[in-house]
């Protein structure tokens, strides 16, 4: 008996990355500490790089010092660059007209990546969203909504609005954040601290219909009106004792735990100045640019009088390498500047008014402006600052949506709303409503509703919290 086979042609498209195409999206996301660490360790193991400018009588290194050299770079052990692999929607954008080279695999972080830095929270949400779904769509959708948390974990965006601009619908977004909410640290995703509190409790099978009821009148939790608590609730004193025991145990910030530490020092990769005529100079911070050169002279005389393959072959590699660096560097450094320059485009009016006339902007605005991938850009504003004259902000900073009735920037409103209310007095509290009211006078179209979120988002207490307090402290 014969069996017969059958060969078919297939045509398909999948994702493949040269991996020094990887390194360089790589390097777009390290901070200028992790870069100036990152380079340090390069001008130790590669020969041909120098720093600064050669001075024109400088030796060139022999034979014996490129041995040395190459002896020490072994020891060393591999090539690590640290910072998370590029998501799907970032690698596919920047692999466009790239040769094919590296496999899924070689996208993967090293261990020593791993053992060298803390992850940040969306790194850490990635990876766990990797595990989760190997629905491209679901992964795409879950990957934006990770990087549109804010840094204690937490949804601020209305997740309609949100639905409409990546053209999905509303019930493939819930989705996708209920997909979140089931990842570590738990309460991560949700969109209040009710949410936040309910997660955290259903995971620990504690969210019981007195639980639920207690979450639901958080406000009554803050006025410390027990007695009300306990008949919304249904439960005695000391059922409510044990249930406010174990809200207090839980973490209402979850994503704080992901919060670099390490930089007490915010420094800007990026210059903002007026310039005499009024107009809005930026440039790079020139502190913190790596200075480094390819020693092409040594390479040459090097060249001439290797013989041992394995020499020559490390030779090439510290050629080729070096070059890719420097080539790499100068497109860093030319993509952030070019990136910082859009955010000061559309944020002219906060370099000159300050907070208060920052305009809703979205990586896709940023994105689309400058013709760049919107993953792209947010690689570009991770950990680095822009320094102006109003001090020095996070690149994330000036990133917002708007109010939802308006197009203001939500971080204006807020402002807006704790100067009102920081210019109160013990007989003109202002209520809610009263804000809403003052702020349509000054053109900005919200809600009530709106205004108590942002003042509960600012921890600042209820117009009758603060009638209280003016009392107590008269």
Known sequence: MSTMQRLELR???SLTM???LVQSIKLLQLSHAELAAYVEAELERNPLLQEGEAPADAPVPSLADFLRAKQKAEAAGPRIVPGPPPSR????SASTGQAAGASHSELKPEMGDRLARTASLSEHLEAQLD????DPKLRLLGEHLIHTLDEAGYLTEDL????GRLRVTPEEAEGALRLIQTFEPAGVGARNLAECLAIQLRERD???PAMQALLTHLHLVARQDFAALRRVCGVDQEDLADMLAEIRRLEPKPGLAFTPTAIDVLVPEVLVRTAPDGSLHVELNPDTLPRILLNRSYYAEVAKVVRKDEDKSFLSDCMQTASWLTRSLDQRARTILKVAAEIVRQQEEFFR??????RPMTLRSVAEAIGMHESTISRVVANKAIGTERGTHPMKFFFGAATGEGEHSAKAVRHRISQLIAAEGPG??????AIAQKLRSDGIQVARRTVAKYREALRIPSSADRRRKHRIEA
Do not use: C, I, Y
């Not at 595990?131 to 190997?134: E, F, G, I």
């Not at 309609?160 to 639905?163: G, K, R, V």
């Not at 008014?353 to 920052?358: E, K, N, R, T």
């Open 160 to 163: 309609a609005e949100l639905a």
């Open 89 to 92: 929607a970032e690698a596919g």
């Open 353 to 358: 008014q300050g907070v208060s006339a920052l």
């Open 206 to 208: 504690r969210l019981d």
């Open 18 to 20: 040269t991996p020094q």
């Open 131 to 134: 595990l989760a779904t190997a």
């Open 11 to 13: 045509q398909g498209q």
């Open 428 to 433: 003109n509290v202002l209520s809610d409503e």
